[in-house]
């Protein structure tokens, strides 16, 4: 088998999004070797002071969002009528397409809240597709529990170790796949993968031990290819999400929430939401 490596690591910087809330933050918006995730956030808040003003209606075209929240709770509203509420391990998954409106806001029992909010690309092809919703719970994720790990599968098939198996939410699939995992400490796992697909893993606790420097809490690493991974955690464990993707290997320009193939198909996004094309 083609063994992985590690090729770079990306710490996640501080911004702000939505209404002044305070997040981590790593881009991939053109880097080939994150293709085809745009972008990874990460935000922690103890209080529910520390969450401004959580993340009033805004549009969005031509990608798609996974939120998966660790702790707490928050709705989703948007412009097609959908509206959905995820707790405590909870996903939420929106592909939107030709385009949307939508909010993210904290629930009103939600004290402080740990989640995450991954950008993935859509091909040309499905940019001006219907949007789609779905939520899922905690419950109906696959749970599983191996030699020195647990985890939970939420997109995608993954063979982790011996098991091999796939999440529940199949519209993510075949174009990428996400795994929340924890291994304990100085615990090994061998991921096999299609060769060709990018491969990252985004530690939010412990360390990963995968080079001659370590992997630690708010750093991603993006791998080579090849059909093998071997991961080995640090002596504190460690907690990080997997995601695997199929390249889309087209051009990417960006303007704010729209992610597009042309400078021109931007100016026509700008336009048509404008014009209230997004309801």
Known sequence: MNERSVQEIRRARPAQDGDGVAIQRVTGMRHAAMDPFLMLDELRAQRREDLGGGFPPHPHRGMQ????????????????????????????????????????????????????????????????????????????????????????????????????????????????????????????????????????????????????QPITAGELAITTHGDRWSLRAGSAGASLLLLRGEPVAESVAQYGPFVMNTQAELEQAIRDYQSGEFG
């Open 65 to 212: 969002t996974l939120t998966y929240m660790k702790h707490g709770g928050i709705i989703h509203e948007d412009s097609r009528g959908n509206r959905g509420e995820i707790r405590d391990g909870g996903v939420q998954w929106m592909s939107a397409g030709r385009g949307i409106i939508h909010s993210e806001m904290p629930t009103a029992d939600t004290e402080g809240l740990h989640g995450f909010q991954l950008w993935i690309n859509l091909p040309a092809a499905e940019k001006l597709s219907e949007p789609r919703y779905r939520d899922i719970p905690a419950s109906a994720l696959t749970h599983v529990e191996g030699d020195g790990y647990v985890t939970a599968v939420i997109a995608g098939e993954w063979q982790l170790g011996e098991w091999l198996g796939h999440g529940p939410l199949r519209e993510l699939a075949p174009r990428a796949a996400l795994v929340d995992l924890t291994l304990h400490p100085r615990a090994t796992l061998a991921l096999l993968v299609p060769p060709g697909d990018a491969l990252l893993a985004y530690v939010y606790a412990g360390s990963l031990d995968q080079s001659a």
